[in-house]
Nanobody, 127 residues
Framework: QVQLVESGGGVVQAGGSLRLSCAAS????????MAWFRQTPGKEREFVAV????????FYEDSVKGRFTISRDNAKRTVNLQMNSLKPEDTAVYYCAADSIWKGSPMVARSARYNYWGQGTQVTVSS
């Protein structure tokens, strides 16, 4: 069993920054890729970014490349999402997710691959 708890959401003006954090407990955190997804009402959950279990590889959705940075601290069992130059279209509930496969390769953007999810944290970007 894995528990994921997100924090750091809030309201920010366009062009501002937020840092989301996800604290994990349960199985060995350092052996699993971790990802961030987001969802707005009436839409499918959308992939944002993924980081490898070792932290040496990251992959981003095109619209956030160059603005968002995913990182992890395996000793602290946390994964973070630094979001800069925020836009109103970044407004969503952001979810932390853990890969279902031990040291999974390749990393994937499909939500079905991730079997543990946090409760979500709201990010609102005002124009």
């Amino acid at each position: 069993q894995v528990q994921l708890v997100e924090s750091g959401g809030g309201v920010v003006q366009a062009g501002g920054s937020l840092r989301l954090s996800c604290a994990a407990s349960g199985r060995t955190f350092s052996n699993y890729n971790m990802a961030w997804f987001r969802q707005t009402p009436g839409k499918e959950r959308e992939f944002v970014a993924v980081i490898s279990w070792s932290g040496d590889r990251q992959f981003y959705e095109d619209s956030v490349k160059g603005r968002f940075t995913i990182s992890r601290d395996n000793a602290k069992r946390t994964v973070n999402l630094q979001m800069n130059s925020l836009k109103p279209e970044d407004t969503a509930v952001y979810y932390c997710a853990a890969d279902s496969i031990w040291k999974g390769s390749p990393m994937v953007a499909r939500s079905a691959r991730y079997n543990y999810w946090g409760q979500g944290t709201q990010v609102t970007v005002s124009s």
